[in-house]
């Protein structure tokens, strides 16, 4: 069955929000949606309808916590509200594909997390869903939400205006310690028919995104290597297998005719949420760390080193309607701002960025590493075009 939007505008105003899962990205997703008129000049104000989870105990505590009007353990049900015009898909990647799927088809605007989908056949499906949504005026994101890092949509604005010159080298790395000790137990994220991957679709996706967002370019080729370095570990019914990958590495070339390496983990000792990105132009460079997100290490005009600039200025990306400058923003930020977007581009009647082709594209770069991984590193392609779909 297919329907069309519901329409706010018959209502209040403001659109209803549903989310589905209220664990990290359900929380941090619910602070956006409780923050975002407050932060985003003109944005419309959102009604926080519904918070699902399975545990009806477990949710209704976190819907009151969140600030939600209710909370639900059926989303099917949800998918048949009028009074719900977003469902925003904060559950593990395995239900990705499942309810955005069903809530584009029932007429509600989605934002899925990442990454898209766990599988190729999954992403394709769930692309193809979102270009038939669209033509009924039925929009979806995908939330990559480094995006909305100020100092990251600053960085993109430097290369777009050609400040760097010709972009040659990238490197791009997501440290994090999560898993480094091996005592640490099984999670779903841990087990490959729940995640689709490990570090790999966890962290990869945000690597591969970003160099996608900042180069305007794609990857079209790579050498990888996958490794695992707990194989089991402790689960509630004894020792498992681990099934995804702890962390990979890659070689990657872009059609602009950049290098990229990337590297991904969750073993590295030390490191909490290091998400770092280098970018070396002809005639500049860039340097990231989301540890220190609100700064942005530049090498331009001429320049012969980095200088380290706070990008919390009032002509920056995103910081209309934050703080004055000098007032840093928080990791929490980027999620407001995604939040911001989407409903500027479903007031618009724009479709909001990343789509799910973005998504897509993401994932045929993971499924490329892991066809090199699995023939010992050699190059894989990477394939393109979504019109068959
Ligand atoms: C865990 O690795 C995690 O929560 C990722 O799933 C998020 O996408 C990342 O932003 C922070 O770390």
Redesign the pocket.
Known sequence: MTSSPSDPSARSGSPGVAVIGYA?MGKAHSHAWRNVAALRPGAPGVRQQVLVGRDADAVAAAADQYGWAESATDWHAVLERDDIDIVDVCVPGHLHAEVAIAALEAGKHVIAE?PLANTMAEAEKMVATARAARERGVHSMVGFNYRRVPALALARQHIAAGRLGQVRQVRVSYL?DWLADEAAPMTWRLRRELAGSGALG??AS?AVDQVRFLLGQEVSEVNALTHTFVPRRAGADGPEDVTVDDAAWSMMRTDGGAVVSLEVT?MATARK?ALGIEIYGSTGALRFDLESLNHLDVCLDGADSFSRVLATEPHDPYIDGWWPPGHVLGWDATFTNQAADFLAALAAGQEPTPSFEDGLAVQRVLAAIEVSAARGGSCARVESGVEHL
């Open positions: 990290f990442k994090q966890d962290l945000h969750r949420n």
